[in-house]
């Protein structure tokens, strides 16, 4: 599905799957973010990258909101296709360099534990320990750490076209018939820290995007500073 100039939603919602892919295409490649569970999402994406001539691009980056098998559980499939897998550091340390959910090894687990959930095990090539900037290509990609939904995520900006895309993961995202209802990350985690959501929505504050793709929900372009603060805002009074 393409949703802007050179931005693509490659499996996720629209396509009945979970935990939404997106590609972005650039001068050297493709740059994909988040890449679904295990099993079901791959023959999807292969899918929709055939499907708009996509297939025979060098994929060069594989960004990671954070360890949960929805988002980055192909992981080492990318990193064999020759991309280089970015995370956060603390999310990388505990779940995706070993790649094996078992609760009672690693905090990082969603409750509902499922064995389908296991993945290969992948070790990242970049690791987020600092809010930083990345240049891929001539995109410049604003890595903002985002702990709380888990305690390594990491929220995109990235700069394409003149316009700011903010990928939002799991910390929040839109749905609702008019795509207009925040969507918080607060639970599923066994190291949610409400706290530090509550700091990390803080943090996206006033970054005025021009799109926010997320985790799960829908795309949404137009107005989304408003809906970024309408997020926080929610966070600030689900915890009070
Ligand atoms: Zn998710
Ligand atoms: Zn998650």
Redesign the pocket.
Known sequence: MILAPNIYMLAGMNYGTL?NVYGIVHQDGLLVVDCGRPQEAVPVIEATMCQWGLDKMPITHLLI??A?P??CGNARYFQKRGAKVVAGEKDAKQVLRLGDYDPALFPCV?HDFEEDCLFEPCEADILIERDCKLKIGELEVEAILTPG??QG?VVYLIHINGKKIMFS??TFGVNGSRGNTPLL?TS??VDYCAKDFIASMQKLLNRYPDGILS?HGVPRFGNCNRLVAAACMKAMAERS
């Open positions: 935990g909101t954070h949960h929805d988002h969603l939904h888990t995520g993961g799991d990350g599923a985690s985790g």
